[in-house]
């Protein structure tokens, strides 16, 4: 994947033009929908935890190793960094 490729999967018309403009906004959309898809990959891991599957059920079924199953439906309160 080509660098034009990713920023257009991330920001498509909201591209500006100015590279460095883009890249910072592409990289914030990426971290943005990495927790948006941690939280709600992890609702989704808790609630088939909570039918009765075992961490290993989880891994066979979804394909997603049990330790990061396990991270995904108990993630670390997160603490505002003071930069």
């Given amino acids: 994947m080509t660098v034009a490729e990713a920023l257009d999967a991330l920001l498509g018309s ?3 033009g100015d ?3 883009d890249l ?3 990289a914030r959309e990426a971290m943005d929908r990495r927790e948006r898809n941690t939280e709600h990959g992890g609702a989704v891991i808790a609630a088939l935890r ?3 599957m075992s961490w290993r059920d989880v891994e066979v079924a979804t ?3 049990r330790t990061t199953a396990q ?3 108990e993630p670390p309160d997160r603490v505002a960094s003071e930069e």
């Fill in 71 to 73: 991270r995904w439906a």
């Fill in 14 to 16: 909201d591209r500006t």
């Fill in 24 to 26: 910072v906004a592409g």
């Fill in 63 to 65: 394909g997603i190793p």
């Fill in 50 to 52: 909570a039918t009765g």
């Fill in 19 to 21: 590279m460095r403009a």
